[in-house]
């Protein structure tokens, strides 16, 4: 079956930092990837998505590059913000319409 | 704009007293979902709508329905819930068909409170 493996938080971080979240995936064919965020309290927000291997999604500063050779997909930030603070989700979507999704990982950033 | 709407945001019921949980869309995708999370853990799918096609999750419990009157709504009932049922109710919609790589999107969920 398919599974999303992400690296277990909380990771704390200064302002500024560099951010980096873990993800690899098993699935069968050729998976679309995703990140959702959720900031506390809401629901999940789409951050960025990649629908094929080499394919890099981009948001807000976040990028994350579908490596299939790897079976990877970690997300990245240069330097992050106070409001970066939130839980995030690595997520894979095969044949079908369901979502399998990663044990999340909560981001705290401190000032 | 809001384009997943759930309401209420926050609900309290009494231990096994029916509730009934609602969700609209103004996406007209033709697959809706209702997901279960607890503490921050990944969602966990509880059934999805596929147009008029109800798919239940094999793990579901009976305690759990759903109800899709049209495109733009759908409807998450708990018969009786218990205390293990606190927790946030999720609603996400996508396309299906040749849409079956696009995200789905979520609403802001419905905190649910046993007391």
């Known amino acids: 079956g398919n599974s999303v493996t992400q690296m277990e938080g909380p990771v704390t971080l200064s302002e500024e930092a560099f951010l980096t979240i873990n993800c690899t995936y098993t699935?069968?064919?050729?998976?679309?990837l995703f990140w959702y965020v959720q900031y506390p309290g809401e629901g999940l927000q789409l951050l960025l998505k990649a629908t094929k291997a080499d394919d890099k999604g981009s948001n807000k500063g976040f990028e994350a590059t579908y490596r299939k050779e790897t079976t990877s997909f970690h997300l990245e930030k240069g330097s992050v913000q106070v409001s970066d603070s939130a839980v995030y989700f690595c997520?894979?979507?095969?044949?079908?319409?369901?979502?399998?999704f990663g044990g999340g990982t909560r981001v705290l950033v401190k000032p | 704009d809001a384009m997943v709407i759930q309401n209420p945001r926050y609900q309290v019921t009494q231990f096994g007293k029916p509730v009934t949980l609602s969700c609209s869309q103004t996406?007209?995708?033709?697959?809706m979902y209702w997901y279960q999370q607890k503490s921050s853990q990944a969602p966990k799918l509880l059934f999805h709508y596929y147009d008029k096609d109800f798919n239940n999750e094999a793990d579901t419990p009976d305690n759990f329905q759903s109800r899709r009157p049209n495109t733009s709504f759908c409807f998450l009932d708990i018969r009786s819930p218990g205390l293990g049922d606190a927790a946030m109710y999720l609603c996400?919609?996508?396309?299906?068909?040749?849409?079956?790589?696009?995200?789905?999107?979520f609403g802001d969920g419905t905190r649910l409170s046993i007391l």
């Open positions: 699935a069968t064919g050729y998976p679309s």
């Open positions: 996406l007209n995708h033709n697959v």
């Open positions: 997520a894979l979507k095969a044949a079908g319409n369901k979502l399998t």
């Open positions: 996400a919609t996508s396309r299906g068909g040749e849409g079956a790589y696009q995200p789905q999107h």
